[in-house]
């Protein structure tokens, strides 16, 4: 089952044991009517006003989380990228490019998975497929197997169109309750 957020709230590691918890005691599920009692208890979660439990880039680039995915153990991330991450008038450089892949990937674990403290990446390798435009995009992050110690993930960017512009594959390790 899909669970689709109101893009509200920005989620990062900090805030990701607790709403994985809420995912849980939500059965994978958001209806309308569980959204405000969410956003409530991820204020408290972040002892934080709403809307600043997550890194200042986040703002920069419009991030919002689309979907979270149990079942596939994969996160959908929206994105607005403007102008300033662009080179070649209206490009998306090629470090942002990959920079939100990796933040879509490491989201499917973090929001998919209880008590993930960290997700340090041992590598990662992108293809550019064609080019990433400034505006709306997404990127889509899938755990593709998850070991005792290391995870291999798997991620891509599509345009507002849904073709895919770049794919990513990761190796990382991650860290879980005291370390």
Do not use: W
């Not at 709230?9 to 958001?30: D, K, M």
């Not at 998306?92 to 892949?101: E, P, R």
């Not at 998850?146 to 794919?167: H, Q």
Request: charged share 15%.
């Amino acid at each position: 089952m899909v669970s689709t957020l109101d893009g509200r709230h920005r989620i990062n590691s900090a805030t990701a044991t607790g709403f994985s918890t809420l995912l849980l005691r939500a059965n994978s599920g958001f209806i309308s009517s569980t959204l405000a009692v969410f956003n409530q208890e991820l204020d408290a979660m972040s002892n934080k006003p709403p809307g600043t439990d997550h890194p200042p880039i986040f703002d920069k680039m419009g991030i919002n989380v689309i979907n979270v995915d149990p079942e596939t153990q994969s996160c959908s991330l929206g994105f607005d990228v403007g102008l300033e991450f662009c080179h070649s008038v209206n490009v998306i450089q090629g470090g942002f490019v990959t920079a939100m892949i990796d933040a879509a990937m490491a989201h499917a674990l973090i929001l998919n998975n209880e008590n993930i403290t960290g997700m340090p990446s041992l590598e990662i390798k992108v293809s550019f497929l064609r080019a990433s435009l400034a505006g709306q995009v997404t990127a889509v992050g899938r755990i593709v197997r998850k070991g005792r110690n290391i995870l291999f993930l798997e991620g891509e960017l599509l345009d507002p169109s849904g073709r895919v512009t770049a794919t990513a594959t990761s190796t990382a390790t991650y860290t879980t309750g005291g370390g």
